[in-house]
C-alpha cells in the first residue's frame, strides 16, 4: 500500500495524466500525485497501461510463525509417481479421518507424530509444476525426483531436474520399485551423481531415499528427509493479515459450482471475504479441508477447497483478499481485458512469426528456382508454387509440420476456454497442440465426423460419458475420447500423448 500517482506512473513508464485520466476512468478520486492509492486501484491502473503486476507482501512485524512444506512429486513416465502419492496419500489426515476413503482433491496433508506435517500436492508430473510456475505461483517447496531403480535416469527425469533447479526449488531423490529383483540402486546414485546432483551420501546436500511405493517400504524415512529438507529451508510465513492464496486445482461441481483448491501462502483466508482469483472472483461461502471438513479460515500451507467463486480459475492462479464486492469485480474485469489483449497480442505474434518462416521458406525455395535452367520470372514463380502449396495443404487438410489436432467440448464456455488455454499451455516445439474445433455439450456425431477429418482426438471435460453408439461411432472411426473431469489428468494425458507421438519433447 502506499504508492503514490508519481511512483506509479515512472514504474509504467507512462505519463501523470494518463494515469490520472485511468483513475478517473476507474471511479477513483484523484486530488495529487503525491497522493497515496490503494494496491488494488494500483493494480489496476497498472494493468489498464499494459503493465504486469506482482504483489509482494511485507512480512515484517507481524506474526510469521513456522509453516510445513509443499511438496510436488516428479519423474519419468512409469517410474512410480503416481502410486507413490497413493500410498503417501493413505497415510493422509484425511484418509484417517474418512476412514481411508479419499478424494482427490489436488492436494493432501500427512501428519508425523511430532506434530509436524507435509502437504502434498496431488497431481504428479511436469504439466503441472510447469502451469504453476507460468503463471508465478511458487508454491513447491521441495521437490521428490522419483527414479525407478530397475530403469534409471531417463528423459523426463533429467527434466524434473531441470525444471526443479529452475526454479530453484531443493530435490529429494525417491529411489522407487526397490522391491524389484532387478533393481539396482546403487547405479540409480551414480547416474543422478553424474547428472550432477550432490548426493548427500558424496558430500552434497540431496537425499537419498529408498523406496517401494507398492509395499510402501520407506515412505516414513522419504516423510522425514522431507521435513529435514524442510527444517535446512527455515519455511516460515506471516500467519495474520489478508491472505495470499494460489490454486492448485479448480472443477466444476453442479450443486456448489465452481470449486479450488487453493494453498495459502501467507496469511489467514477467512470466509465470507471477498476475493479475486485469477481473472475471477467470488465471495467466499464455504472453506473445507481435504477432509471435507468445514472450517472458517485457513492458514499458510493448508489445503483447502473454496466454494464462491462466480467462474473456474485456473491452476497456479493466484488467490487475494479484497475488501468490498465492488473492489473484487472491478479488479477480475481488469485482469480479464488484460488477459483477452495479451492473448491476442500472442497469437498476432504467432501469426507474424508464421508468415516470416514462410517467407523464409518461400525464398529458400527461389534460389533453388534461381540454380533451375529458366530463369525467368523467379520471384512469381516462387510466390505462385506457395501459393499452389497452401492450396493443396488446404485442400489435403494437412499440417506441413506435424502438430495435435484436438477436438474440445466441455459442459460451459467457460470450462472450455480454461480447457483450451491449459492445452496451449502444453504446447510443445516439436509438437504443438493444435485446437481444430471447441464446443459446449456433450460429444456428438459431428464432433466425430470433425475430429475423423483432421485425425484429432476428442477431449471431453466435465462431459457425460457419450452414449454406446457414439462411443462405437468414435471407435469405427478410429477417434480415440478422452473424458477427463480435473485439468491436471488431462494434462498429464495429452503430455503422454505428445511424449509417445514426440519423443524427447517433454
Ligand atoms: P507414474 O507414471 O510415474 O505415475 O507411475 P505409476 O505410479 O503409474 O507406476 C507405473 C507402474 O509401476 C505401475 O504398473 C505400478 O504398479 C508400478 N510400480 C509403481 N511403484 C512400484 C514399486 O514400488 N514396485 C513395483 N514393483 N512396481 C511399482
Known amino acids: 500500500e502506499g504508492m503514490t500517482i508519481l511512483e506509479l506512473a515512472k514504474r509504467c513508464g507512462e ?25 488494488d486501484i494500483a493494480e489496476l491502473v497498472a494493468m489498464e497501461v499494459g503493465v504486469n503486476v506482482r504483489r509482494l507482501h ?3 512485524g507481524t506474526n510469521v510463525l513456522p509453516r510445513s512444506p509443499v511438496v510436488t512429486v516428479m519423474g519419468h513416465v512409469d517410474h512410480g509417481k503416481t502410486s507413490l502419492l497413493d500410498a503417501l496419500r493413505q497415510t493422509s489426515v484425511a484418509a484417517k479421518e474418512a476412514g481411508g476413503i479419499t478424494q482427490h482433491l ?12 507435509i502437504t502434498f500436492l496431488d497431481t504428479p508430473g511436469h504439466a503441472a509444476f510447469s502451469a504453476m510456475r507460468a503463471r508465478g505461483a511458487a508454491i513447491t517447496d521441495i521437490v521428490v525426483l522419483v527414479v525407478a531403480a530397475d530403469d534409471g ?69 522419504l516423510e522425514e528427509a522431507l521435513l529435514l529438507q524442510a527444517e535446512l529451508m527455515d519455511l516460515k510465513a506471516r500467519n495474520d493479515g489478508p491472505a495470499q492464496a494460489y490454486v492448485v486445482e479448480a472443477r466444476l461441481d453442479r450443486g456448489r459450482g465452481p470449486l479450488a483448491t487453493a494453498i495459502v501462502k501467507a ?26 471438513k468445514m472450517t472458517n479460515f485457513a492458514r499458510p500451507a493448508m489445503p483447502i477447497e473454496i466454494e464462491g467463486l462466480k467462474g473456474l480459475p485456473m491452476a497456479g492462479d493466484d488467490i487475494i483478499v479484497v475488501h468490498s464486492e465492488e473492489r473484487a469485480r472491478m479488479l477480475s474485469e481488469g485482469r480479464k481485458k488484460k488477459r483477452e489483449r495479451d492473448r491476442l497480442r500472442k ?29 525467368g520470372d523467379q520471384r512469381g514463380g516462387g510466390k505462385r508454387r ?93 477417434v480415440k475420447i478422452k473424458l477427463h473431469r480435473v485439468i491436471y489428468h488431462l494434462l498429464e494425458d495429452i503430455g503422454n500423448l505428445i511424449v509417445e507421438k514426440a519423443p524427447g519433447t517433454f
Request: one cysteine or more.
Open 386 to 478: 506457395r501459393k499452389e502449396r497452401r492450396k493443396l495443404q488446404e485442400k489435403e487438410n494437412k499440417p506441413k509440420r506435424p502438430e495435435l489436432p484436438i477436438v474440445v467440448k466441455a459442459d460451459v464456455q467457460g470450462t472450455v476456454e480454461a480447457v483450451v488455454d491449459a492445452l496451449k499451455g502444453l504446447n510443445s516445439p516439436q509438437l504443438p497442440v493444435f485446437v481444430v474445433h471447441v464446443g459446449v455439450g456433450p460429444i456428438s456425431q459431428s464432433d466425430i465426423d470433425m475430429a475423423e477429418a483432421c485425425s484429432a482426438c476428442i477431449v471431453g471435460f466435465n462431459v457425460r460419458n457419450p452414449p454406446s453408439s457414439i462411443s462405437l461411432a468414435a471407435t469405427q472411426a478410429g
Open 58 to 60: 511485507s512480512d515484517e
Open 106 to 117: 489436488g492436494a493432501f496433508v500427512v501428519g508425523m507424530q511430532s506434530g509436524a506435517s
Open 153 to 221: 535416469v531417463m528423459p523426463q527425469t533429467l527434466e524434473a531436474m531441470s525444471h526443479a533447479k529452475e526454479a530453484g526449488v531443493p530435490m529429494v531423490a525417491a529411489i522407487n520399485k526397490c522391491d524389484k529383483p532387478t533393481a539396482n540402486p546403487e547405479r540409480v546414485r551414480l547416474q543422478l551423481a553424474a547428472e550432477g546432483l550432490l548426493l548427500e551420501e558424496m558430500g552434497g546436500d540431496v537425499q537419498v531415499v529408498e523406496v517401494s511405493a507398492i509395499n510402501k517400504i520407506g515412505l516414513d524415512k
Open 347 to 375: 497469437l498476432e505474434k504467432e501469426k507474424r512469426e508464421k508468415e516470416k518462416e514462410e517467407e523464409i521458406e518461400g525464398e529458400e525455395e527461389e534460389e533453388e528456382e534461381l540454380e533451375a535452367p529458366e530463369l
Open 267 to 292: 496469511g489467514t483466508l477467512v470466509s465470507g471475504q471477498f476475493v479475486v482469483v485469477g481473472a475471477e472472483w467470488g465471495r467466499i461461502r464455504a472453506i473445507r479441508d481435504t477432509a471435507g
Open 15 to 39: 505519463s501523470i495524466p494518463t494515469m490520472q485520466s485511468i483513475l478517473v476512468n476507474v471511479g477513483e478520486k484523484v486530488d495529487s500525485e503525491f497522493d497515496p492509492l490503494g494496491i
